[in-house]
């Protein structure tokens, strides 16, 4: 009986969870629908934010979390793959690894608020002395606190693919003269390589969805984004920054806005599930 | 959309729509204009001490105060732009406004120099990107005595929807032609160049951690930050800081309509500073609506003439805000006194 009710229990539970995804994606889409059958895919091609004429469009933001989040991403790599190198394959189950794993893990905890007030107050003054442009907000800013935030994501997978990479393997190499480096080169990295790669994906995701830090750095102006020292607007920060006034067909545009981040951060995560799925068979 | 500014209002005022408590005191929820907040949070506050009465303000926004109030997640909403014609039909039935005090719209700037003058053109110009640097022609020339550093000049404005953009890009397009044609008026705009922060309190940040940043704000978030800002150039020439005495003038030699929906920028009173406006609470005229009783109707018409009473007014000074002139007060009073329960007239007498 007992079992009976817990296998109910549970049953009710993942089906609210189904039914919880799929009404947010149906409220998405009705509430979109406005700004779709009004702009036609002119929404995602155009790159006017009038409000006073009502006339609205996505790619200014489409661009800006494109943008940022690449750029995340890049200069996340150096800073992820050492570490995931350190903790997976140099000192694996060594103290250090531990300790510095542990701090590491520590960063995915940081709120994100807390990220946002430290490139305001501390990483914009160095902005505007490097010269980037004249108050420091923009898309580098963004995109260097961004890079911090995700390194966690990215750096604990790699390293647990890292480790997975049978010993086997790199002993025989060993066993030929091959010297540390050339066997993460030869052996480690690419073994592991898909898995490394499905990590860079997910992180590229949270990249991607990430709002508080992004709306406070980047100076939210709606245009297309030309080069690093210029402001711009992310999906999700467009979405934070308006959202409260909004009515109308602009509040249906926010909603496709966020219909769209949906539909790109759930593919994202689909093709890291996938690799990484892949990988471990 | 409703079930979002439902979920918003939940969170912006956690005790909802006056339920009554145990002890037959009342909740009284509301939301609004960021512009007044800082006086409105005292108000209450004050009030909730006098009368035993919970209130709660939220500062979210015109827009959102004026959809709170039509979503009838809030007992009073706050706006400093007054409904159009069109606005008040949306809202389903008789909507009155209370003005509450006065308030200015400030231009705030990052530099070493006090008591800058600027004019709505100069204004304009930077807003439109064609003043790029502090030590530009045009401003030294109202300037002789400032040393004006070669500073790129950051123009911040509102990233949000906002009653703050809308009082001052009136004033803006009224008294500037190229403001008028390039920018316009209304609360979400479209600049040029600059960056965008939300709420007031968000374009007082940037202004005072971005150096050589102007941006307009509620001149209480000014002086809460001490933030310089500029004299501007009124009607009649001179250049007039913002503050309680220029404030109240410029509502002087206007004449009020009954429902006091009136803008009162760019004043001809010469010692009147330029850009301001009344602030006002919307509420129902028609208190019983949804399941509201008698008592928490009757305690937010309390509330309304405790705001606009001698001890609210005085809140207002402390707060920076100017108080209502006397013939506005007397206008406000029988605008509280039209409210209804039932068709009957609501207040004790």
Sequence with gaps: MKDKIFRASLFVAACLIIILTASIVY???????????????????????????DVYSALPFIMGTLLTSVLALLFCIPFSLSVSLFNGEYFRGHRAS?????????????????????????????MVEMGVNEQGFGVLLSSIVLAIM?????????????????????????????????????????AAGSGIFAAYVLAFGR????????????????NIPHGLGDTGNTMASIIANQFGEAGGLKLSSLMAIGLLLFLITASINFIAKYIMKMVRQ | MKKISLILCMAVALASCGSPKKDGSMNI????????????????????????????????????????????????????????DSEMTDMGAAVIHIPTSLGAVVLSYNLDIADLKLTAGIVSAI?????????????????????????????????????TTAVFSEYMSKVDTDWFNEIGDGKSLAFPVGIAAKGNPGVAGMI???????????????????????????????????????????????????????????????????????????????????????????ALTNLFNYIIGNVGQEIATKTNYAPLPMDVRDKTVAIIHSMTFDG??????
């Design chain 1, 27 to 53: 409220g998405l889409v009705s509430q979109s629908l406005d700004a779709f059958s009004n702009f036609g895919f002119g929404f995602i091609t155009s790159s006017e934010w009038d409000s006073r004429n």
């Design chain 1, 150 to 190: 995700i390194i966690p994501y990215a750096s604990s997978l790699s390293a647990e693919f890292l480790a997975m990479v049978p010993n086997d393997l790199k002993e025989g190499a060993y066993s030929l003269g091959a010297t540390r480096l050339e066997v993460i080169q030869r052996v480690s990295l690419p």
């Design chain 2, 344 to 349: 009957k007239a609501l207040e004790e007498e």
């Design chain 2, 29 to 84: 929820s509301g939301a609004g204009a960021t512009f007044p907040a800082p006086f409105y949070n005292v108000v209450c506050k004050e009030f909730s001490t006098a009368t035993g009465n919970s209130v709660t303000y939220g500062g979210i926004g015109s827009g959102g105060g004026i959809r709170s109030l039509a979503d009838k997640t809030v007992d009073f909403g706050a706006t400093d732009v007054f409904l159009s």
């Design chain 2, 127 to 163: 807003y439109r990107g064609k003043i790029t640097k502090w030590n530009d022609e045009r401003i030294k020339a109202l300037n002789p005595d400032a040393t004006l550093p070669d500073q790129a000049i950051t123009p911040v404005y509102r990233s949000d929807g906002s009653g």
């Design chain 1, 98 to 126: 531990t300790i510095l794993s542990s701090v590491v893990d520590l960063l995915a905890g940081v709120p994100s608020i807390v990220f946002g007030l430290w490139g305001f107050y501390t990483l914009r003054p160095l």
């Design chain 1, 207 to 222: 990249a991607l969805g990430e709002t508080m830090a992004v709306t406070m750095l980047i100076g939210n102006t709606n």
């Design chain 2, 208 to 298: 005072n951690e971005t150096k050589g940043a102007i941006g307009y704000i509620g001149s209480e978030y000014a002086l809460a930050m001490d933030l310089s800002s500029a004299r501007m150039q009124n009607r009649s020439g001179s250049f007039v800081e913002a503050n309680i005495i220029s404030i109240t003038a410029s509502a002087a030699n206007i004449d009020i309509p009954a429902d006091t929906r009136v803008v009162i920028s760019d004043s001809p009173n010469a010692d009147a500073y330029p850009i301001t406006t009344f602030t006002w609470i919307i509420a129902y005229k028609e208190q019983h609506y949804g399941n509201r009783t008698l008592s928490e109707a009757r």
